[in-house]
């Protein structure tokens, strides 16, 4: 956030001695001088609703600006504004969430920092660009933001470009222009003991080398399968078939905090609105009821859309402990007598998955 911020005033100050009300800021409706407050009116507002844990709404203030203030001042405001948010986000426990329309209607610290570091990036662009003047912020930036809050656009050759052209303001090579967007803060689904908290993919590529994927993990977590589902995350966005919703999701304990497992689909649903879900728990967690808990919420989750019809688990003969949590959770085993879903044919050459069904 502050590194956005500082390359946002720095851009602006070489432009401070300009009329900025009588430019329009790039592609925007918006002059310049109104984009900056825009930008400062944001910050203020994320800050407000992180720090103030706003659950239905924006809590309702906004900047006005005295008579007489000029560019300077208004550099100014932005920089005090988003040092505001940078310490809000700071002193913001991970666990919080805090009112934004989209697309769930909550974000956690992480969340409203992309967004922050968003709003100021783009809209320096903008402003940028109707100045007539070059502008390009420092690379992790664009980064930061595209791996937390658009985690369904297919990376491109160069972060700051794909940004540019997930937003609307810019074009990349075979790819359709972008006309209308918004960003996508993480799915948070609640049960009584835990949350399933969507993992991003700044967050999967984490886990998916050894990392705790920015979470405080019980002792013996994460589970390999939670990282094999991680590098599952990372290569349907690297085919730009990734959808956030339908991905990996790690389970966290309310009590404490802590992560003790993972679960997720492994993909989409297809054209006849089935998916596949997967699931697994840090072996010191296990035997107290939270697989099944999750899987019983995230399948209700699920089910409950227009576009899945059934849910389908393939569980190793063997485990009986997973097939009693797909029990528990409302599926049943599907009968010898119904033929086996393709892809479970060619994993299952020897009889030992079973698969269970939900409807």
Request: glycine share 10%; proline share 6%; with cysteine.
């Amino acid at each position: 956030m502050e590194q956005a911020v500082e390359s946002c005033a720095a851009l602006l100050r070489t432009v401070a001695d300009r009329d900025w009300t009588a430019a329009r800021a790039g592609r925007l409706d918006w002059n310049c001088r109104d984009t900056a407050h825009h930008v400062a009116d944001d910050l203020a507002a994320y800050a407000g609703n992180l720090a103030g844990r706003a659950r239905e709404k924006y809590v309702p203030f906004e900047i006005a600006l005295q008579d007489g203030v000029d560019n300077a001042d208004l550099i100014h405001i932005i920089e005090t504004t988003g040092a505001i948010l940078t310490a809000t986000i700071r002193t913001t426990p991970p666990e919080v969430r805090a009112f934004h329309p989209y697309p769930f209607r909550s974000a956690n610290r992480e969340g409203f920092a992309a967004m922050g570091v968003a709003e100021v990036i783009l809209h320096t662009h903008d402003i940028a660009e109707g100045l007539g003047v070059a502008y390009e912020p420092p690379a992790a930036l664009p980064e930061f933001v595209l791996t937390r809050i658009f985690p369904d656009v297919q990376p491109g050759p160069d972060h700051w470009r794909t940004l540019l052209w997930a937003t609307g303001r810019g074009d990349l090579p075979g790819r359709e222009p972008v006309t209308e967007w918004r960003w996508h803060n993480n799915l948070v689904l609640s049960t009584e003991r835990l949350t399933l908290q969507g993992v991003t993919p700044a967050s999967a590529a984490d886990l998916s080398v050894g990392g705790d994927g920015g979470f405080a993990w019980v002792v013996g977590g994460p589970y390999a399968g939670t990282r094999e589902a991680a590098g599952m995350v990372l290569k349907a966005r690297e085919a730009g078939v990734h959808r956030p919703e339908f991905g990996l999701f790690v389970l966290v304990r309310k009590e404490d905090g802590l992560a003790v497992g993972g679960m997720g689909f492994h993909g989409a649903p297809d054209e006849e609105g089935r998916a596949e879900v997967g699931y697994d728990l840090v072996e010191g967690a296990r035997g107290r009821g939270y697989a099944s808990e999750a899987l019983t919420a995230l399948s209700e989750w699920a089910l409950a859309r227009d576009d899945v019809h059934a849910l389908r688990a393939t569980v190793e003969a063997a485990n009986l402990p997973s097939q009693a949590v797909a029990t528990r959770a409302g599926y049943a085993r599907a009968p010898q007598e119904e033929p086996e879903e393709p892809d479970l044919e060619e994993q299952d050459t020897d009889g030992t998955l079973q698969l269970y069904i939900r409807q």
